[in-house]
T-cell receptor, first 111, second 117 residues
C-alpha cells in the first residue's frame, strides 16, 4: 500500500532529552513537511523540504531539527531546547504542484 | 503572507440537519483553498479543494464548498449530517505562486463539528 507512515504512535520524552520522530513515504513525493498541532491552535509549520539534502524553517522551527538524506524519509528531532514539546506532530508530503497528504501522527508527551 | 479564520470553534448540529462551517481568508496574492477533516487521534484527510474553475466544489462524504472571491470566503456545507461526521474540520490556503503550497499550507484553528442524535 502506498502512503505515509509515522512512528512511533506515542513517544515519551524526559527532561533534557532529544527525541526523533520518524516519517516515511512511498508515494514518490518530492516535498515533505512537519506540522505541530496543539488544542485550539490548528496546525503550525515546523520545517519543510522540497528536495533531498535541502530544507527550510517554517513558522516555529526553534527547538527542532530535521534531515532529508533520502527522498522517502524526513525525520524530525525535538531537541532539549524545545521547552514545550507536548503536542501532536503530523508529517505530510506532496508532489510539487499537487495536494498535501498527511500521515497518522505521533503524540509526544513529556515525563 | 496569508491567514485563515474559522470563526466557530464548535458547531453543534442535530443528526440529518444541514450544516455550514465558515472559513474566511486574507491574502495579498491568489490562493488555492482546501478543507481537511480530522477524526480523533488521526491525521488529516482531504475533503475537497479549490484550484480554479467552478466556484462550487464537491468533495467526499457529501460535502461541498463555495469559493467567494469578493468575500474571501470558502464555506463548507453538507445538506444532511450523520453521526459519523463528528470530527475536527480545518480550512487551509496556499500561495499559487509557490506551486500550490510547496512551502506549506496555512491553516485555520479548526471547527469541531458535534452531531447530536
Amino acid at each position: 500500500d502506498g502512503g505515509i507512515t509515522q512512528s512511533p504512535k506515542y513517544l515519551f520524552r524526559k527532561e533534557g532529552q532529544n527525541v526523533t520522530l520518524s516519517c516515511e513515504q512511498n508515494l514518490n513525493h518530492d516535498a515533505m513537511y512537519w506540522y505541530r498541532q496543539d488544542p485550539g491552535q490548528g496546525l503550525r509549520l515546523i520545517y519543510y523540504s522540497q528536495i533531498v539534502n535541502d530544507f527550510q524553517k517554517g513558522d516555529i522551527a526553534e527547538g527542532y531539527s530535521v534531515s532529508r538524506e533520502k527522498k522517502e524519509s524526513f525525520p524530525l528531532t525535538v531537541t532539549s531546547a524545545q521547552k514545550n514539546p507536548t503536542a501532536f506532530y503530523l508529517c505530510a508530503s506532496k508532489k510539487l504542484g499537487g495536494t498535501q497528504y498527511f500521515g497518522p501522527g505521533t503524540r509526544l508527551l513529556v515525563l | 503572507a496569508q491567514s485563515v479564520t474559522q470563526l466557530d470553534s464548535q458547531v453543534p448540529v442535530f443528526e440529518e440537519a444541514p450544516v455550514e462551517l465558515r472559513c474566511n481568508y486574507s491574502s495579498s496574492v491568489s490562493v488555492y483553498l482546501f478543507w481537511y477533516v480530522q477524526y480523533p487521534n488521526q491525521g488529516l484527510q482531504l475533503l475537497l479543494k479549490y484550484l480554479s474553475g467552478s466556484t462550487l466544489v464537491k468533495g467526499i462524504n457529501g460535502f461541498e464548498a463555495e469559493f467567494n472571491k469578493s468575500q474571501t470566503s470558502f464555506h463548507l456545507r453538507k445538506p444532511s449530517v450523520h453521526i459519523s461526521d463528528t470530527a475536527e474540520y480545518f480550512c487551509a490556503v496556499s500561495d499559487i505562486r509557490t506551486g500550490g503550497g510547496a512551502d506549506g499550507l496555512t491553516f485555520g484553528k479548526g471547527t469541531h463539528l458535534i452531531i447530536q442524535p
